[in-house]
Structures are given as structure tokens and as C-alpha cells.
């Protein structure tokens, strides 16, 4: 099944403790990115990436770090996590991207993260 | 810079009414996407539809359809007699064909619709 998995669902973690979640695709997606849901914002770019090795900035991505040192894998980490990085999380892949045909986005289940 | 605006932020209606969801967008490319989300109290994000700024007939699908007018920049979600499980929020979001690198969505803040038996 065409998938993205992102790990974990919840996580509830203290201020200052490095962490990371986890986000893979199973459908050869060149593009990736993560996103951030808060009330009353809607969802908002971190991080994305077209292709292995090839990362940029989104809307918001202070605090936060990415990798791809794999096509299927796109990690989001949080190397000294704060109360304001508390949110909804989602991952989305798409086959490619800057060209005349958007595919659609697949997005992944959602990670949890409360930061107290 | 692109835009969504969600104006409504909570509906409520009761169920089997018709409600319409509201949608604007700023863009300034001619080529662009535009998408319906739903989140049901689950939390993931469901794909409904999309659709190219070259298209703009109307699409139904079974109690869904869809109003897109590029004169009005409005691509407006109609829910025809509501049930129970349509509670949800929907978010609206653009995308623009040709942004370089980064074709991201721009989502809407969404809408909070809750249809009461």
C-alpha cells in the first residue's frame, strides 16, 4: 500500500531533550516535506526537500533540522525542543514538484508533540 | 506571496441541512492548484479533491461539489445534506505549478464544522 509513515503518533517529551521523527515513503517521492498544525494557523511549512542531499527552509523552521540521506526517508529533528514547538506534525510526499503537473500530496497519520 | 482565506472559522448545522464552505485565494501565477483537506477528530488529513486554475468546471461527488470561479478567486466546498460523520475541519490550500524548488501548500486556517442529529 502507497504510504507515509511517520513515527511516532504521540510523543510527550521535556524541554531541552533532542528529538526526532521519524517520516518514510514507500513510493519513490523525490519531494518531501514537513508541516506544522496549530489552532487558528492552520498548517504551515517547516522544512522540504526535492531530492536526496537537497534540503531548503520553509515558513517556519526555527528549531527545527531535516536530512536525506535516503529518497524515502525525510526525518525531522529537534535537537533542543521548547513549549512552543508543542503541535501536530505532518509529513507529505509528492512524485516531483516545479513542474506543470502537480501530482497531489500524500500525507502522513500526524506525530503529537507536547513539549513541557 | 499566496493566500488562502477561510473567513468562516465554526459551522454548525443540523444534520441534513446543505452548508457551503467558503474559500478565497490570492495567487499570481496563472497555473496553480487548489485542494480540499478534511481532518476528522482522528486527526489525519484526508485528500477530498484538487484541482488546476484551467478547469474550472464545478465537480460533484455523490453530497460533495465543488464551486471554483477564477473571476471571483473562490473555490467554494458545499456539503449537501449534512450527516453526522461530515464533522470535521476542512482546510482549503493552493499551490502554485511553477514556484521553483518548493511547490508547497498554502493552507487556509480551516473550518470547523459540527452537524448536530
Known amino acids: 500500500e502507497a504510504q507515509v509513515t511517520q513515527n511516532p503518533r504521540y510523543l510527550i517529551t521535556v524541554t531541552g531533550k533532542k528529538l526526532t521523527v521519524t517520516c518514510s515513503q514507500n513510493m519513490n517521492h523525490e519531494y518531501m516535506s514537513w508541516y506544522r498544525q496549530d489552532p487558528g494557523l492552520g498548517l504551515r511549512q517547516i522544512y522540504y526537500s526535492m531530492n536526496v542531499e537537497v534540503t531548503d527552509k520553509g515558513d517556519v523552521p526555527e528549531g527545527y533540522k531535516v536530512s536525506r540521506k535516503e529518497k524515502r526517508n525525510f526525518p525531522l529533528i529537534l535537537e533542543s525542543p521548547s513549549p512552543n514547538q508543542t503541535s501536530l506534525y505532518f509529513c507529505a510526499s509528492s512524485l516531483s514538484q516545479g513542474q506543470a503537473t502537480n501530482y497531489g500530496y500524500t500525507f502522513g497519520s500526524g506525530t503529537r508533540l507536547t513539549v513541557v | 506571496a499566496q493566500k488562502v482565506t477561510q473567513a468562516q472559522t465554526e459551522i454548525s448545522v443540523v444534520e441534513k441541512e446543505d452548508v457551503t464552505l467558503d474559500c478565497v485565494y490570492e495567487t499570481r501565477d496563472t497555473t496553480y492548484y487548489l485542494f480540499w483537506y478534511k481532518q476528522p477528530p482522528s486527526g489525519e488529513l484526508v485528500f477530498l479533491i484538487r484541482?488546476?486554475?484551467?478547469?474550472?468546471q464545478n465537480e460533484i461527488s455523490g453530497r460533495y461539489s465543488w464551486n471554483f470561479q477564477k473571476s471571483t478567486s473562490s473555490f467554494n466546498f458545499t456539503i449537501t445534506a449534512s450527516q453526522v460523520v461530515d464533522s470535521a475541519v476542512y482546510f482549503c490550500?493552493?499551490?502554485?505549478?511553477?514556484?521553483?524548488?518548493?511547490?508547497?501548500?498554502?493552507f487556509g486556517k480551516g473550518i470547523t464544522l459540527s452537524v448536530r442529529p
Open positions: 490550500a493552493l499551490s502554485e505549478a511553477f514556484a521553483g524548488a518548493n511547490s508547497k501548500l498554502t
Open positions: 484541482r488546476n486554475s484551467f478547469d474550472e
